[in-house]
């Protein structure tokens, strides 16, 4: 098994359980996949796909980290192209004379991590990433933030760059902080930022 030091990033979709538990199925089986579809077709920073969760998709990049400005910049596009595509489906759905309520259930928030050593095992055509940074990405996704959506970083990633970088990358809301103590895996240290103020809908 391959292992290298891995930026792991996470979009996952809000409101994902509520919505498919009173969803019209019809509506569902193309709302869900085709927001997944913008997010893998948004990435222009060469993240790679390991996993795609129902409700999530795992992105991975080993090697060189992308500047901070890149980064940012791909978590924004992200947010904007589910929300462009959310609207082209409530379009589609309202011609179609078909209740749809997924705008007021469903959200983005994507968290970022960064492992020294997580594991690369081939199984099929898909990368399946092991280690404990694994675990603790997806454990991040289980937060006491008090808001629906945001950007997320684990300190473990923002570390890596120059406070003056952080600075001005997080100039658009403000970026605050907070941590969880997990069993295992100790105390998850972690900064985030409201997505809304991306939201022109």
Known sequence: MES?????CIPDISGFTQYMRNANFEISSQVIPAL??????????NLKVSEIEGDAVLFFRSGELPSLLNLINQCKLFYTQFYERMGVLLKKFRDE???ADFPEILGLKIVLHYGKEIGMVPIGTHIKLMGEDVITAHRLLKNNVPI??????????????KSKEVKEEFDWAQLKSGEQDVEHLGTLKYHYISLKPLNKN
């Open 4 to 8: 290298s030091p891995t930026l792991l």
């Open 97 to 99: 004379s078909l209740d």
């Open 148 to 161: 629906d959506e945001y950007l997320l970083i684990s300190d473990d990633l923002l570390t890596l760059y």
């Open 36 to 45: 997944l579809n913008e997010i893998i077709y948004s990435n222009e920073i």
